[in-house]
C-alpha cells in the first residue's frame, strides 16, 4: 500500500525558514519522480517543485524560484521542501505527490498546513 505522509507545516512569521518531509512506503522510491504541490482557499493546486533524482534536475514554481528548494534521500525514501523567506502568500496546504516514471501512476499526500503570518 502506498502512503506519502508529509510533516513540517505549522505557523511561521514573515520571513522565517521551514522544511517540510515527506515520507514515502509501499512502492520503490528510486522510481518515481517527487513533487511539492499546494492548494489555498479558494485557489486551485499549483506546483511549487519537481526533483526526478537525487542530485538531479529541478523544477520550482515562478512564486517559489530562489527561495525553496526540493531535495530527496532515497535512502531514507523522504523528499524535503526547504522553505525560506517564506511570504503570507505562501500560506496554502502542501501535498507531496509521487509519479512512477514507468506506469505514470500518480499518488498524493494527505497534506500539512503552512501558515505564514504575523
Known amino acids: 500500500q502506498v502512503q506519502l505522509v508529509e510533516s513540517g507545516g505549522g505557523l511561521v512569521q514573515p520571513g522565517g525558514s521551514l522544511r517540510l518531509s515527506c515520507a514515502a512506503s509501499?512502492?520503490?522510491?528510486?522510481?518515481?519522480?517527487m513533487s511539492w504541490y499546494r492548494q489555498a482557499p479558494g485557489k486551485e493546486r499549483e506546483l511549487v517543485a519537481v526533483i526526478i533524482r537525487a542530485g538531479g534536475n529541478t523544477n520550482y514554481g515562478d512564486s517559489v524560484k530562489g527561495r525553496f528548494t526540493i531535495s530527496r534521500d532515497d535512502l531514507k525514501n523522504t523528499v524535503y521542501l526547504q522553505m525560506n523567506s517564506l511570504k503570507p502568500e505562501d500560506t496554502a496546504v502542501y501535498f507531496c505527490?509521487?509519479?512512477?516514471?514507468?506506469?505514470?501512476?500518480?499518488?498524493w499526500g494527505q497534506g500539512t498546513q503552512v501558515t505564514v503570518s504575523s
Open positions: 509501499g512502492f520503490t522510491f528510486t522510481s518515481a519522480a
Open positions: 505527490k509521487a509519479r512512477i516514471l514507468l506506469s505514470r501512476r500518480e499518488f
